[in-house]
């Protein structure tokens, strides 16, 4: 079958993809860096916390122009446009190397990023120009227990599927294939099952982390209590997480339908995007979606499309019917288990540039249509972009999602209410920098527009998910003020010197 990308990077595996040049940097001893897009100088304390911990930790310190230093700042990103020049690349094996790393980087005063997966797909979310980078990719341990799992930040979420999946279990982790563990459990976590157990940042029971003075503390329901709760959607504000422990599920079968509609069928397919978000049952059957709508501006072909995922062996799977009585061009029902499914979803790294952005509604599938048409026509104003890959997004949030934190007796730092909701993300790839700012200003007008009318309907959101958003998107201003403020006040107690605010700067950082 041939089946259209439905989401930006989404593919079938093995795609051939881009290699960008941004990266090859060598580092002089006067003090500069480099690269192939200039000249960078290396701030002082950078050129300290490099060379502490060369001499401290020489094994896990890359510096430019080393093979490994090139995998570690560009191959293991997805979106080209992260691809900066660390001045150095510090790969800790151990959670106690990453306590001496912080320790020295606080010291000096540097700056520095860190990267899990390489997923946030913007400059500076996951890297930095002439700091420290920490890359956790060797801090790859898991360990299956009877109803949970425990996972190092340098895993993603295949590789925890894989792990499972001889016990029959699974857990609340990325759709996608390669996503990592760590940024997408820190900052929430959409996930087929999320209508049944809540978001993956609901599921994490205990956090190892290393906070801004270099100590490393476990944080659960009973120790570090208010930690704990921050750090359920608190993203990198407080520290870096060695180890995630996460509660796992008996998931021995999964019964997926992938339905493909063409253009007439849109209005019926976006309608019952609307209808998942409103279903409220008691005692939920787990299932959720990737709901895609892809449009070519050269031949102006629209196609939208939903891979479901519900949780048991019925087919054609139960909580998709509103889909699978709209006439499809192709409509493929199986049963299997997370493991292969996910398999087939690969979102390959360093394909293109692309910028996300996105906004919250309620769901009406009337204004959710005339949003797509509005999307539509304003992608024929850029199809000279060279590589233009629109696609445009949703997601839904049920009432049955929400449920799980408000009765967990923790939350989480999003607040929401039980009530339907839906979000329409606009994900662009393009292929030069030339066309960043272009695209960029076009993706942001055209969201915050189409956010206007539906602040006029009354039917807007100011719920912003953090793996969504554009850079310019503030997801803190859509949580509840106390929720807030009490996010600083722990981050204030937990983090006094500002490690992870001033130092470490990239991300979606709570504000001063
Ligand atoms: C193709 C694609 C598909 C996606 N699909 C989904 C999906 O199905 N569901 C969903 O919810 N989201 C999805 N997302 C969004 C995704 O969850 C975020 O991009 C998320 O940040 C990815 O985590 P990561 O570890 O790969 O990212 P990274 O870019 O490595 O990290 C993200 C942020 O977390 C910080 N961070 C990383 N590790 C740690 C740590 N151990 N301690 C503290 N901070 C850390 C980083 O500094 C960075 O700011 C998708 C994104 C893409 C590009």
């Known amino acids: 079958m041939q089946l259209l990308l439905p989401v930006v990077g989404l593919s079938l595996s093995g795609l051939a993809y881009a290699t960008s040049s941004s990266a090859k940097a060598s580092a ?20 300290c916390a490099c060379k502490q911990l060369a001499h401290s ?10 093979t490994n230093y090139t995998t570690e700042t560009v191959d293991k990103l997805w979106d080209i446009r992260a691809d900066l020049s660390p001045a150095c690349v510090f790969v800790p094996n151990t959670a106690a190397e990453v306590s001496e790393a912080i320790k020295i980087i606080g ?7 860190v990267r899990g997966g390489g997923h946030m797909n913007y400059p500076g979310a996951n890297n930095i120009d002439a700091g420290v980078l920490i890359g956790l990719t060797n801090l790859d341990t898991i360990t299956v227990k009877n109803d949970s799992v425990e996972v190092g930040p340098g895993l993603n979420w295949y590789q925890v599927y894989s792990a499972l999946e001889p016990y029959g279990r699974g857990c609340i982790g990325g759709r996608m294939k390669t996503i990592g563990v760590p940024g997408l459990s820190l900052i929430g976590g959409f996930h087929y099952f999320n209508n049944k157990h809540g978001y993956a940042m609901d599921n994490v029971l205990s956090y190892d982390i290393v906070i801004g003075n270099g100590t490393l503390i476990t944080v659960n329901k009973t120790s570090h209590s208010d930690l704990f709760w921050a750090l359920k959607g608190g993203a990198n504000n407080y520290g870096i997480v060695t180890k995630f422990e996460l509660q796992t599920y008996s998931v021995p079968n999964i019964s997926t339908t992938i339905q493909v509609f063409n253009e007439t069928n849109i209005p019926y397919f976006l309608d019952a995007v609307c209808e998942a978000a409103k279903l409220n049952d008691d005692d939920p059957i787990a299932a959720g979606m990737i709901a895609t709508v892809t449009y070519n501006a050269t031949t102006k072909v629209a196609q939208g499309s939903v891979l479901g995922v519900q949780e048991g062996v019925s087919i054609p799977p139960s909580q998709f019917a509103n889909f699978t009585k709209i006439p499809a061009v192709e409509r493929i029902n199986n049963v299997t288990t997370l493991k292969p499914w996910a398999d087939t979803l690969d979102s390959p790294k360093q394909m293109m540039r692309v910028q996300f952005s996105h906004r919250t509604m309620k769901p009406d599938s009337a204004v959710l249509y005339s949003i797509y048409q509005a999307w ?52 662009t790839g393009w292929d030069l920098a030339q066309d960043d700012l272009r695209v960029e200003a076009w993706s942001r007008q055209l969201v915050e527009h189409l956010h206007g009318i539906n602040k006029n309907l009354g039917i807007a959101s100011e719920f912003i998910y953090m793996g969504d958003a554009g850079e310019w998107q503030d997801p803190y201003a859509g949580f509840p003020a106390e929720n807030v403020a009490r996010m600083r006040e722990v981050r204030s107690a937990y983090d006094p010197e500002g490690v992870f605010s001033i130092l470490s700067w ?7």
Do not use: H, M
């Open 28 to 47: 002089t001893t006067t003090g500069y860096l480099s690269t192939s897009s200039g000249t960078l100088q290396i701030p002082d304390g950078t050129s």
């Open 57 to 66: 930790l020489p094994k896990s310190v890359l510096l430019p122009g080393s």
């Open 107 to 113: 010291s000096c005063g540097a700056q520095f990023a």
């Open 376 to 427: 539509k026509a304003a992608v024929d104003e850029i199809a000279d972009v060279q590589g233009l890959y629109p696609t445009f997004v949703t997601n839904v949030i049920s009432a049955t999602s929400v449920r799980p934190a408000k009765t967990n007796g923790v939350g989480n730092v999003w607040g929401l209410e039980e009530e339907p909701l839906v979000i329409f993300q606009l994900s």
């Open 506 to 512: 990239g991300g979606f950082k709570l504000g001063l």
